[in-house]
């Protein structure tokens, strides 16, 4: 099983829908969670941080957290096309402070107008 | 957040020759990390830079064949030692900042030939 895993895509929703990306994790002892946007040929981006069960909300975005069910969500509202990008689950792997993150596979988002 | 320098942004390299990727970072920062993110994959750990010592390597990560430097609290390499056409990928060096917070690099594109 690995790690962090996370539907690949592509997830195709229409401009001004919400898109739902999800991410499940393995290891129990996590503390912090995060999600990057990575366009293509470009290093990843910080979109949103969650270190505490339930919803984080900034701006169009909302991170989920659910530490019972190991699974962590990110909600983009009023889809735009420039959401387009493979959006990349991490984790903070238990409960000492490394600061190392384990990365999922990725989901492809297309936003089509 | 914390403004990263990475140089350089790509290079073409043959068989059996080694690069050195730099990376700057604008203020101190404890903890420093090297990624690899091969084609169309995610991001992959190869170490944790540690200031003064030697570095921290994940599994299927060795020095002989990824030496780091870390002279200071701003600034590490990597080197590609002995490269194949299998170590061409995308490096991206990442520095933690503030609240346990990730950021990354523009990263260096490797091809080798």
């Known amino acids: 099983q690995k790690e962090v895993e996370q539907n690949s895509g592509p997830l195709s929703v229409p401009e001004g829908a919400i898109a739902s990306l999800n991410c499940t994790y393995s290891?129990?002892?996590?503390?912090?969670f995060f999600w990057y946007r990575q366009y293509s040929g470009k290093s990843p981006e910080l979109i949103m941080f969650?270190?505490?069960?339930g919803d984080k909300e900034d701006g169009r975005f909302t991170a989920q957290l659910n530490k019972a069910s190991q699974y962590v969500s990110l909600l983009i509202r009023d889809s735009q096309p420039s959401d387009s990008a493979t959006y990349l689950c991490a984790v903070n792997p238990g409960s000492s402070n490394t600061g190392k993150l384990i990365f999922g596979q990725g989901t492809t988002l297309q936003v089509k107008p | 957040s914390a403004v990263i320098s990475q140089k350089p942004s790509r290079d073409i390299c043959q068989r059996g020759t080694s690069l050195t990727i730099q990376c700057q970072v604008d203020s101190q920062v404890t903890m420093m990390f090297w990624y690899r993110q091969q084609p169309g994959q995610s991001l992959t750990l190869i170490a944790t830079?540690?200031?003064?010592?030697?570095?921290?390597?994940e599994s299927g990560f060795v020095i002989d064949k990824f030496p780091i430097s870390r002279p200071n609290l701003t600034f590490s390499t990597l080197t590609v030692s002995n490269m194949s056409p299998e170590d061409s990928s995308i490096y991206l060096c990442?520095?933690?900042?503030?609240?346990?917070?990730?950021?990354f690099g523009a990263g260096t594109r490797l091809s080798v030939l």
């Open positions: 969650i270190y505490s069960n």
């Open positions: 990442s520095v933690v900042v503030g609240e346990n917070i990730q950021y």
């Open positions: 830079a540690n200031q003064g010592s030697e570095a921290t390597y």
């Open positions: 290891d129990r002892g996590s503390q912090s």
